[in-house]
């Protein structure tokens, strides 16, 4: 199996290709977060936030890359708030972006791939910088 490749659902391989429908977006972010959940570091931020809450948290995250990526607006909402409690770092972040890039390269190539690499990464920036702001400053983001 080469680098354009990847393994479909039936076990046989298949060409990769770019994210383009809502299915891709959800095989993006089901393998992600069962990655996630897993890992020593970020995996226990997740599984003590989310408990048992799982489907509800998927469906949330389908919605919001649908809308980022996709360009179809099912999302509702403020990413940043429901993180700013949480108790994570730069290296969590940074474990994040790893899985998820390797995710994208496990499973997709082309544009929309290359752009939730980039957006992944800019969210982290600004999340990690407003978190900074707030304990700089003392203070809670509005909800």
Known sequence: ?????????????QKKGDIRTIEDVRLLVDTFYGRARLDELVGPVFNDTIQDRWPEHLDKLYKFWQTILLGQH????SPFIPHSGLPIQKDHFDRWLALFHTTLDDLFIGPKADEAKQRSVMMAQMFQFKMAEHARAGTTPIR
């Open 1 to 13: 199996m080469d680098s354009n490749t990847t393994v479909g659902p039936a076990g046989q391989e």
């Open 74 to 77: 099912t999302y509702y909402g």
